[in-house]
């Protein structure tokens, strides 16, 4: 069973996923969005979801969505919270993973909007400044 409302939990799958795990989640009380045949379209998903009232989402993905994000011109606004935790290691999830940008020219640029402070935590929450 899902541990939150259902009714605002979507899972979005391919065409690959079998029936018997779609049938499971639609029985936790998941919204499914079949978006994409092997692999999630991104911008699909994002229709859908649109289709469905959403207008708002937090991506909390690992690095390779979030490049795919990024990449597909997906991602308006960055928030990056800086946590007096360190961690780390060859095999630690970074921010944007992927093929990434081969030079700083053709990289992401940020536009710094507020800074926020709570308690021991910073969060710096930025513009995508799109190169299109």
């Known amino acids: 069973m899902l541990k939150t409302d259902p009714s605002n939990v979507f899972i979005a799958i391919s065409r690959k996923a079998s029936k018997s795990n779609v049938a499971r989640l639609q029985r936790a009380g998941a919204r499914i969005i ?3 045949q092997s692999k999630i379209n991104l911008k699909m998903l994002l229709r ?3 289709r469905q009232g959403v207008r708002r989402i937090v ?3 690992g690095g390779i969505l979030n490049w795919s994000m990024l990449r597909e011109g997906l991602v308006d606004d960055v928030h990056v919270t800086i946590s007096p935790i360190l961690i780390g290691g060859d ?3 970074t ?3 992927g093929i990434g940008m081969p030079t700083i020219n053709q990289s992401f640029r940020l536009r710094l909007l507020r800074v926020h402070r709570r308690r021991n935590e910073i969060t710096l929450e930025y513009k995508v400044n799109r190169n299109d």
């Open 59 to 61: 991506l909390e993905g």
């Open 95 to 97: 921010l944007v993973e």
């Open 48 to 50: 859908a979801l649109y």
């Open 34 to 36: 079949r978006c994409g």
């Open 91 to 93: 095999r630690a999830t």
